[in-house]
């Protein structure tokens, strides 16, 4: 492998027989390595060259690892490097002081040099995929089964009103102006799937256009095609010296024009698959799951779930079991949000830092509070720089095969149902907790309630409620109350609700669809 191609670790410790441990064993494992006894030396080194992980001691001089680490965060350039502690502190409070100074995993000395090399291979992976599948999140978001949008720019409105009609007839959704201040404030608002701009124009022309466009964030990406009367060589350069995606000659009609823009939208959905194919293998390659196979066993309970993951992408939805002891067992489901920021990209790795985050969380509070579980991860999530745009919704639910008591906090999550069997009654759990990442101060709190034999509590995530029938209408929660109440749903939970659920919307999911039916056997 050429030395521009290896990875390149930093490597900081005090104890110079450390440094030279940990570099020999880098270097036989093809990285290059950099050394620095102490944090100013790691500045310098983060200043002139380009570094993939840090694997820093805690213990130094003048500025610890928890402190060097936070500073680095603060760099809007380091917000998503890798950090590994490798330390002697291996108390609960230091792991945790390491989650929240920014640090991603924490390595004990003495350490294994192999579990080093592992852990080191498996971050430098979860970060490609970061900015693999981040730089290809504008593909995913744009181009779905919607029309297309396109932005048309001439200051002739004979020819915006002909080539409006013939977009439009070809199925694709125009939006004509007559001036370039008016396609910026439109395009700000449309957010365009591409832009057709004609060159000559009184005032600011297309070439000007172009550049205004290419120092915008949210529109240099967009494909931009130059129409227009000018056909000489030096005016097409001038063009794709530019980066357009490509130049017609007014004269060729609008036939011409729409081929083109079809050829483009076509080019853009292979891309967007090819993105979904590659998540699908990086998923698989790293055994990452957003969703265990099934529900576990329960002494007291029957437990089931359902997954659809929307267009088979690894979404938004997860779901985590953790068997605090004999008599209790923790149940979460989650839905990353913003998708937008290209959640489904890498949400399966987000899935796993939430559930590193609860995991470890348990290791250090008491682990019959859903309510403290969740302050504690939303403090290491919101102090997390790498995920600062993508917050998550959360329900945390506690169940107890001895007392039959159910615990449940949530974080901008939808409302725990709970359908009573004798008599029969709905009840609704809604939590005040606010979106994990979403503030420093989530306000959790745990709501807590006894079960009776034949209760069902559904925990469900909004694709359940937001989906839709063929006429618009969304399943919503009246019909979702309908079906609990039915007798049928009493003797089969989940096989009612998924028939009921399937029936009305004929699969047509908006979203991912996550369900869990836990009901109370009979005692």
């Not at 002697?88 to 390491?98: G, H, I, Q, R, V």
């Not at 599948?133 to 001439?154: A, C, P, W």
């Not at 618009?472 to 009246?478: A, I, L, P, S, T």
Request: charged share 30%.
């Amino acid at each position: 492998m050429k030395d521009a191609e290896k990875k390149s670790i930093l490597v900081i410790d005090d104890d110079l027989t450390i440094r030279k441990l940990i570099t020999h064993h880098l270097k036989l494992n093809n990285y290059n390595s950099f050394e620095a006894k102490n944090a100013k030396e790691a500045f310098q080194i983060l200043s002139k060259s380009h570094i993939d992980l840090v694997l820093s001691d805690v213990t130094m001089d003048e500025m610890d690892g928890f402190e060097f680490c936070e500073k680095v965060r603060s760099n809007e350039k380091h917000r998503f490097l890798p950090f590994v502690f490798v330390t002697a502190k291996n108390t609960l409070e230091d792991k945790f002081k390491a989650i929240e100074s920014g640090g991603d995993d924490i390595i004990t000395k003495p350490f294994d040099i192999k579990e080093l090399i592992l852990k080191v291979q498996a971050l430098l992976k979860r970060t490609e995929i970061y900015r693999t599948y981040g730089l290809k999140k504008s593909i995913q978001s744009t181009f779905t089964e919607r029309k297309t949008r396109i932005l048309f720019v001439d200051d002739d409105p004979t020819i915006t009103k002909l080539f409006k009609y013939n977009l439009e007839s070809a199925g694709f959704e125009c939006t004509a102006v007559n001036s370039v201040d008016e396609a910026i404030r439109t395009a700000k608002v449309l957010h365009p799937d591409i832009i057709i701009s004609d060159i000559m124009m009184p005032g600011t022309d297309g070439y000007q256009f172009r550049k205004k466009v290419l120092v915008d964030d949210e529109l240099k990406s967009v494909p931009f095609i130059f129409l227009t009367a000018k056909a000489t060589d030096e005016d097409i350069l001038e063009g794709y010296d530019l980066g357009i995606t490509d130049y017609v000659v007014k004269t060729a009609g609008p036939k011409i024009v729409i081929a083109k823009v079809s050829a483009i939208i076509k080019s853009l959905k292979s891309e967007r698959n090819k993105a979904i194919s590659e998540l699908h293998q990086a998923a698989a390659s790293l055994g990452a799951k957003v969703v265990p196979d099934k529900a576990p066993t329960f002494e007291g309970y029957e437990i089931k779930q359902w997954h659809i993951p929307y267009r088979g992408i690894p979404g938004g939805d997860f779901i985590d079991y953790y068997k605090v002891d004999d008599d209790n067992l923790l149940i979460i489901l989650g839905d990353v949000m913003g998708k937008k920021w290209g959640a489904w990209y890498f949400a399966f790795a987000y899935a796993g830092y939430i559930r590193s985050s609860v995991r470890g969380t348990l290791q250090s509070v008491d682990v019959h509070s859903p309510a403290e579980i969740l302050k504690r991860v939303n403090a290491a999530v919101y102090q997390d720089s790498k995920i600062s745009e993508v917050f998550v919704a959360i329900s945390v639910i506690m169940i107890n095969n001895k007392t039959f008591e159910i615990k449940y906090c949530g974080a901008g999550d939808t409302p725990i149902m709970i359908r009573e069997s004798q008599p029969t009654k709905i009840t609704k759990l809604s939590s005040e907790g606010l979106l994990i990442g979403f503030s420093k101060k989530g306000e959790y709190s745990d709501i807590s309630l006894k079960l009776k034999s034949g209760d069902v509590v559904l925990m469900l995530t909004d694709g359940i409620i937001e989906s839709r029938n063929k006429d618009g209408k969304q399943f919503g929660e009246n019909k979702l109350e309908d079906v609990l109440r039915s007798e049928e749903f009493c003797n089969n939970p989940m096989e009612k609700l998924k028939e009921e659920f399937i029936r009305y919307t004929n699969q047509n999911f908006e979203d991912d669809i996550s369900l869990i039916t836990i009901k109370v056997k009979d005692q």
